[in-house]
């Protein structure tokens, strides 16, 4: 799979870089981390609904995810982030009732 151009946030390549403290929310993936990134730290982010679910359910064949970690095992470091689907990243289980913040709060 190769992700689209429809995504909320994308580290495809680089070193040393910093996802943090951000809302994704409405895209086919909500954070992608491609397979040239290197020592990548994702944390603190709510990335929620990505694809959103007009989308997923109503356009065949349609994929997506929350978080998308194509970088290579080890490459990339995930703390604290809010999600509910991923590829080769942790989504930690959300407590019922848990409410995401508001984009800039």
Do not use: H, Y
């Not at 290579?72 to 995401?100: E, H, M, R, Y």
């Amino acid at each position: 799979m190769t992700p689209n151009d429809d995504f909320g946030i994308g580290i495809l390549s680089g070193n040393n870089n910093l996802v943090e403290e951000n809302t994704a929310m409405g895209n086919t993936n909500g954070i992608i981390v491609g397979a040239a990134a290197t020592n990548t730290r994702i944390r603190g982010n709510v990335v929620i609904g990505n694809p959103a679910i007009q989308v997923s359910t109503g356009v065949s064949g349609s994929a997506g995810v929350d978080i998308w970690n194509q970088s290579a095992p080890g490459a990339t470091t995930f703390d604290k982030n809010l999600c509910t689907t991923s590829i080769n990243a942790p989504c930690p289980s959300q407590a019922p009732g848990t409410v995401p913040r508001k984009p800039g709060g």
